[in-house]
């Protein structure tokens, strides 16, 4: 007869063995293509597809990724303002109808050709994150990472069964709004940095939505292409240089720091490298950016180098 210690042990030991096998995002959310091919056979993994272009995806994609536009998880206000967070109807909705759970794990992916490419695969760890779905990481090097470590893929189409996710929080310390940058501007409460290129920063050059060019009074310089670094034509986020990257554009990274570009996009990847690869804890990304920024009346703009 078996004692009910002995059963106590057993079941305990059934809980360890089932838990030990529970798929674990790494804490710095980035995962290489030998750890995904490792765990694609996990039936917690979701990989998105987040390629800024959809044709992308039918062509070929990583074996049973689903796919996301990135106008799926933004949305367009006042007519031509684009960027901004979607309503948390439309991300029940996009989260419902890819089959995610509150026990999935999300892996997205972009085509990780250039220096920025990664900021869409951020900015949608960045949204999730928002509506309070914490389970996501970035493929590091995205899809030519993925080809160049000698990976299949297709261009199957993958079918899901909708899942009933629902928001149960939000998580809105990670959100500015323009009365949170007016205070950083007027009273130098938070660090405002702008994650765009050099030529949009001193105003030589601007985004076509943006009504006037230059950058935010006493805004600090850093492009969201200096996390990484490239290996042959593939970009990599730099796991290891973004205290670096703090301390050449004189980033403290003790004090708050609102993220900014022309759309929220850029900030968004600047705001995942800030946190999962830097340590900097605190920041916000300024969700309309430039472009509504720019539309409001009686702001200052600055032109010249920063």
Not at 110 to 122: K, P
Not at 157 to 184: G, L
Not at 197 to 221: D, S
Not at 237 to 266: E, G
């Amino acid at each position: 007869m078996i004692s009910r210690r002995v059963i106590g042990t057993l079941v305990a030991s059934s809980v360890l063995a089932v838990t030990s096998f529970a798929l674990d995002l790494p804490a710095n959310k980035l995962v290489d293509a030998e750890w995904l091919k490792a765990n694609m056979g996990d039936k917690s993994l979701v990989i998105v597809d987040i390629r800024s272009e959809g044709k992308l995806y039918k062509k070929a994609h990583i074996p049973g990724a689903i796919r996301w536009d990135v106008d799926d998880f933004r949305e367009t206000r006042f007519k031509d303002v684009v960027g901004y967070l979607p309503a948390p109807l439309s991300f029940t909705r996009l989260m419902n109808k890819s089959g995610i759970t509150k026990d999935s794990k999300v892996v997205f992916y972009s085509d990780g050709t250039e220096e920025g490419s990664y900021t869409i695969a951020g900015l949608g760890v960045y949204v999730a994150e928002y509506y309070g779905f914490d389970h996501t990481a970035i493929l590091n090097g995205g899809y030519a990472g993925w080809e160049k470590a000698g990976n299949s893929v297709d261009n199957n189409h993958v079918r899901v069964k909708k899942s009933d996710w629902e928001i149960t929080k939000m998580n809105t310390q990670n959100y500015a709004s323009i009365a949170n940058v007016d205070e950083a501007v007027e009273l130098k409460t938070s660090q405002l940095v702008d994650t765009r290129p050099a030529g949009q920063v001193n105003g030589t050059k601007k985004h076509p939505k943006v009504l006037r060019a230059g950058h935010l009074p006493g805004a600090k310089h850093l492009f969201v292409g200096n996390f990484t670094k490239a290996d042959g034509k593939v970009i990599y986020l730099d796991a290891t240089s973004a205290k670096a990257q703090f301390a050449k554009a004189n980033v403290d990274t003790k004090k708050p720091v609102i993220w900014y570009c022309n759309t929220s996009w850029y900030a968004s990847g600047a705001w995942f490298a800030g946190k999962y690869l830097g340590g900097l804890e605190g920041a916000k990304v300024y969700d309309g950016s430039m472009i509504e920024y720019s539309r409001t009346p009686k702001r200052k703009f600055v032109r010249g180098d920063i």
